[in-house]
């Protein structure tokens, strides 16, 4: 339980550090490909990130259920 809140709380501070740092464009005043790298790699391990509390989290509790619904399917 403590590992999910881990990966959770990393994956919410990226998210949160990427947003600053697009709204801010702190980067942008140094080096424009350095800021395209910065960005992808923050982007990309909030992803992997937030991936792994959600498969970790369906993995410990077999209570949770994930629901995908395609489209133009209606379940009932």
Known sequence: MLRILISMGSSVFLQLLFLYIVISGLLLDFNPW???I???SVAILSLILGIY???????ESSNVTLLTIPIGVVTI
Request: hydrophobic share 55%.
């Open 34 to 36: 350095y800021a395209v």
């Open 38 to 40: 910065v960005y992808i």
């Open 53 to 59: 509390s959600i498969v970790s989290s369906v993995r």
